[in-house]
Every structure is written in structure tokens, then in C-alpha cells.
């Protein structure tokens, strides 16, 4: 049985590691790996099932947003996640170019809370801080995804990072599920597939 607070003190010193390690990714680094992953991405899910949900880049994360605009230029709806109530599941809502993104209660660039845009995706992209080679996601610790994938089962989830950021084990938590799948700049993986 797990003693909690190690799993707590492994789990943060785990972020803490990520974080670094992302945070020395180079520029040129950066901008050649997304533009792989996006290529992987665009190979693989031709055509897209529509809704499909992106996420809003953050401090280093794998920018695919030149994906994002290319599958809503050719007539996919995508959706970006939005917190609209702090420790709640997230809500997701169609991201159209002409509308500006704001802020959600997370600090991220979101589409606006608006009812009518309001959609269940059929796929998502995940931004990952870690990912242990059995599809257990290491996130910042707010807990969001973890709330909100249990209220999805059908939904297939796809991680995104780097491959310095694939981890051997994270010690996931009973509250924890596993993704479908996941892609770096070194290709894509679909261990259930």
C-alpha cells in the first residue's frame, strides 16, 4: 500500500522535473518539434472526427495550432477547453477564428462560455507534463482532466508532448485513466489500438 504523502512528494518532484526540462527546450527546438507533431497528427486522423477538441499552449507545450486552423479552415468544428467553475470538470466550446479567446478562471486563452458554442468532442489532444509508457498523464495538479475524462468514456484521448517527457511510471492514483493514446515529434502511439 502507498503511503500517500510519497506519492504526493513524487508526483510534485516529478512536475518540478518536467517543468525544467521543458522550460530548456530551445526555441528552434520547439518550433521544429511541433511542426512534427503536427505533420504525425494531420497524417493520422485524415479526415478528423468533428468536434474535435485542441488546447490552448502553455508555457512550452507542443504548439499545434497551426493544426487547429487548418481542420477549421477545411470545415472541422474545433473546441479549445474552458475552466468555467475552479475544481470543476472543464467545458468545451467551439473555437471560431473571428471570436476572441479570454481568459479562463485557470488563466488560459479559452473561447467564450457561451451556451450556444457549448459542444462534447469526439476526440481530444491533451497537453502533457509527463506520460508513463502505460498512458497515465502527468498534469500540472489542478485536477481537471482527471475530473472531466470520467464523464467522457467514449471520447478518445490523445496525449501531446515531447519525448523527453515520456516517463517510466508516474504512480497514477485510482482517480487517474489512462489515455488512448499519445504523440511526440518521434511519432504516434496507440497502445490500445
Not at 468532442?121 to 485536477?143: E, H, M, N, V, W
Not at 467522457?152 to 501531446?160: A, S
Request: hydrophobic share 40%; glycine share 6%; proline share 11%.
Amino acid at each position: 500500500m502507498s503511503n500517500l504523502p510519497d506519492e504526493k512528494f513524487y508526483r510534485s518532484t516529478l512536475r518540478t522535473r518536467m517543468k525544467a526540462w521543458r522550460r530548456n527546450v530551445i526555441p528552434e527546438d520547439h518550433a521544429a518539434f511541433s511542426r512534427s507533431i503536427c505533420d504525425i497528427l494531420e497524417n493520422h486522423f485524415h479526415p478528423p472526427p468533428s468536434p474535435f477538441a485542441f488546447y490552448y499552449p502553455i508555457s512550452k507545450e507542443p504548439d499545434i495550432s497551426p493544426l487547429m486552423h487548418e481542420w477549421y479552415a477545411a470545415g472541422v468544428q474545433v473546441c479549445l477547453p474552458r475552466v468555467v467553475t475552479p475544481c470543476a470538470p472543464l467545458e468545451f466550446y467551439l473555437w471560431q477564428a473571428h471570436v476572441r479567446l479570454t481568459m479562463d478562471e485557470a488563466g488560459i486563452y479559452a473561447p467564450p462560455a457561451d451556451p450556444a458554442t457549448r459542444v462534447i468532442p469526439k476526440q481530444i489532444f491533451i497537453p502533457c507534463l509527463g506520460l508513463d509508457r502505460s498512458g497515465y498523464r502527468l498534469g500540472y495538479g489542478g485536477g481537471y482532466y482527471d475530473r472531466t475524462l470520467p464523464l467522457l468514456p467514449d471520447i478518445k484521448t490523445i496525449g501531446v508532448l515531447y519525448a523527453g517527457q515520456l516517463l517510466e511510471d508516474i504512480h497514477p492514483q485510482a482517480h487517474d485513466v489512462p489515455l488512448d493514446g499519445w504523440v511526440t515529434e518521434q511519432g504516434l502511439i496507440l497502445p490500445a489500438a
